[in-house]
T-cell receptor, first 112, second 114 residues
């Protein structure tokens, strides 16, 4: 049973557009992470959120952790071709890393 | 620069072969992990290790074993490879700390079992 759902599964947009991808669960997480994975490479951590309602910004990327710590969103402003990749959310249910669960990912393609 | 290195990028093996996937990290991390990644399923944890010679089963350990004889090296073993083990395998390491420790991933090994 997959505990983390991500939507949309695929997204193709033009350069300069804004987009939001979502990570949802019925479970509560102690922390949530977003990774980006480029083709042929391993995932790279973008951000970790730990407090319900927390908002973090990383240049054109804005991450939000839901108040109930069950969901998260990633908003990209003025997308660029370099943003292309698979975006994975990962939730930790305990206090140690070994309880991390990954979502299936959103595959983003930004067309020049 | 931190680094997790997997021994092969691409591997083709025959059904029934014993397969070894090697992973080395240079960050002195306590935790090491093996995941497999399949389209639409995300990353699924096979095994993890939180110390030398220590190992714990993940969500899908069947058909796999692991070895951690040294802190920097974590090996995944397919005792008798089968076609349903064709997948992308990712190794990761992290510091042992609570709440949001960062995982560093290798570049992945794409294994095909024929």
């Amino acid at each position: 049973t997959q505990l983390l759902e991500q939507s949309p599964q695929f997204l193709s947009i033009q350069e300069g557009e804004n987009l939001t991808v979502y990570c949802n669960s019925s479970s509560v997480f102690s922390s949530l992470q977003w990774y980006r994975q480029e083709p042929g490479e391993g995932p790279v951590l973008l951000v970790t959120v730990v407090t319900g309602g927390e908002v973090k910004k990383l240049k054109r990327l804005t991450f939000q952790f839901g108040d109930a710590r069950k969901d998260s969103s990633l908003h990209i402003t003025a997308a660029q071709p370099g943003d292309t990749g698979l975006y994975l959310c990962a939730g930790a249910q305990g206090t140690s890393y070994d309880k991390v669960i990954f979502g299936p990912g959103t595959s983003l393609s930004v067309i020049p | 620069d931190v680094k997790v290195t997997q021994s092969s990028r691409y591997l083709v093996k025959r059904t029934g072969e014993k397969v070894f996937l090697e992973c080395v990290q240079d960050m002195d991390h306590e935790n090491m992990f093996w995941y497999r990644q399949d389209p639409g399923l995300g990353l699924r944890l096979i095994y993890f290790s939180y110390d030398v010679k220590m190992k714990e089963k993940g969500d899908i350990p069947e058909g796999y074993s692991v070895s951690r004889e040294k802190k920097e090296r974590f090996s995944l073993i397919l005792e008798s490879a089968s076609t349903n083990q064709t997948s992308m395998y990712l190794c990761a390491s992290s510091l042992r700390k609570y709440r949001g420790t960062e995982a560093f991933f290798g570049q992945g090994t794409r294994l095909t079992v024929v």
